[in-house]
């Protein structure tokens, strides 16, 4: 596929991923009270999963698939960055989409009976092995590291230090997800933040994909972080 097809492409998916994300998350908040619900007893959980089975489903659904899609944009991305870690970034974006659909996908495919039969155990070791370890440690780590990789692979290519200080910054607060499940104060409200950023910087950087292509390597123009 030619350089500049191959951009727009992933330009599209970028975009694509950030809205259907957030449209998805915003819907959740509306029908299920996503994420707070999620601090309450099981049985409160499993009561309103029940209550609003079919959006809460479609929703997690849809958060899944724009999950996957990071995937390809990994594939594409690296393969533009042309580089060794533009190699790495491929297999940590990978690795990170697939960790992360298969803690959402734990609401389609296994909560529903779950709350059908309302077995609060059975959602708790659920919610605690898919949920807190796979989708969200996982996943924050991944995610974290897949940015960091392809922020030095590609992305310092295409504009000044602020677009790497932004990626990078967004990396930092996503990480710090982590510490959530150890009640660490502020580390919730820190990862929201990273995330919210984190959709800004992909936004951004789907329009500087778009427009150009990356600066060579090893061009002595490159912008490059301060050491």
């Known amino acids: 596929m030619p350089s500049a097809k191959v951009r727009r492409v992933v330009a599209v ?19 299920f009270d996503y994420p707070d619900i999620l601090q309450e007893p099981a049985d409160e959980i499993l009561a309103k999963f029940r209550a609003h089975k079919a959006a809460v489903v479609s929703l997690f659904l849809v958060l899944a698939a724009a999950s996957a899609l990071l995937a390809p944009i ?23 989409a697939v960790v992360q659909v298969i803690g959402l996908l734990r609401w389609v495919l296994i909560v529903p009976f779950i709350a059908d039969r309302k077995d609060t155990d059975a959602f708790e070791t659920v919610h605690t092995v898919l949920g807190k370890v796979v989708g969200e440690t996982f996943g ?13 692979a590609l992305a310092k ?4 230090r602020w677009f ?25 409200f820190a990862n929201f933040v990273g995330y919210i950023l984190w ?11 778009w427009r150009r292509p990356p600066s060579p390597l090893h061009d002595p123009g490159t912008p490059q972080l301060a050491t």
Do not use: E, Q
């Open 13 to 31: 998916l970028m975009v694509l991923a950030v809205v259907l994300v957030n449209a998805a998350f915003i819907g959740l908040g509306s029908v």
């Open 74 to 96: 990994a594939i594409l991305l690296g393969r533009l960055a042309a580089n060794d870690l533009g190699v790495w970034s491929i297999r940590v974006g990978i690795a990170a």
């Open 140 to 152: 924050y780590l991944l995610t974290a590291a897949w940015t960091v990789l392809i922020v030095y």
């Open 157 to 160: 290519r295409m504009a000044g």
């Open 164 to 188: 790497s200080y932004l990626g990078l910054a967004a990396a930092g607060l996503i990480a710090l997800g982590v510490l959530v499940p150890l009640d660490v104060p502020g580390t919730d």
């Open 199 to 209: 959709s800004v910087w992909l936004l951004i950087f789907a329009g500087l994909v």
